[in-house]
Structures are given as structure tokens and as C-alpha cells.
């Protein structure tokens, strides 16, 4: 796992990060505990706070919940919610900006598919 940060967002907001994409990868799994705070406090390297709030930010979207004296979990279709969220994110910072600028040079939807799918071949992403 990689323990360093970049100065492009907040601390708290990329650890929260870091625990939603060992979700998003099931290396944590429903109802499974995830590291505590005094834990992730030690492996980053950061204040008790930072991490405190990144955790907090989860328990508010429902993908984590706390047991009282014991710890917090992964909630159950934390995944899925994940997907949708990175869904919504996707659109709005990806094909949105693409639909608009495909407007203005009067691209098809035809011809946006075909793009695509050159570079697909091209950089043989696979889905």
C-alpha cells in the first residue's frame, strides 16, 4: 500500500480514499473491521484528527459503520455504493467535459463510439 501523500487534496480526504479503494477491491470486504485509527495513524505518519475526519466523512455515506468499543466495519453494499458514487464522478468529470468538447468540433455519437473504440484497440484496454 502506498503510505505517501500529494499536496493536490486534503490529507483526510486521501486517506478516506485509501480505505474506499481497498473496498472497491475487496481487500476489505462487508462487515469486515477495518484498521483502526490509532493504526492508520501510525502507518501514515499523520495526526489522530486528519485520519478521524477521513473515517468520519465514510460513516456519514453510509460505507462504514461503528460498533461502540469495538471498531468500525465495512457496511453491507458498501461496494456497490462505491461504484455508483465513482459512476456519478466519472460522467461529471469525464464524459460530460467529452460530450461538450464533441459538440463544439460536431462529432456523432457514431463518431465518438468509433474513437473510442480505436483507442481501445490501440492501448488494448480491455473490459
Known sequence: MLTQFHDKK?????????I???IFKEQLKE????P?????VQFYKVNHI???KGINLLVE????YKKRGVGMFVAEGA???LVQIRKGVFANHYVSPMLIEAERLGLSENDITT???ELKERDHFEF
Not at 462487515?31 to 477495518?34: A, D, K, L, W
Not at 483502526?36 to 492508520?40: K, L
Open 36 to 40: 483502526s485509527t490509532t493504526q492508520m
Open 79 to 81: 461496494k456497490e455504493k
Open 61 to 64: 455515506e453510509g460505507i462504514v
Open 115 to 117: 474513437i473510442m473504440r
Open 50 to 52: 486528519t485520519v478521524s
Open 10 to 18: 486534503p490529507i483526510f480526504l486521501q486517506v478516506k480514499e485509501k
Open 20 to 22: 474506499e479503494d481497498q
Open 31 to 34: 462487515h469486515e473491521q477495518i
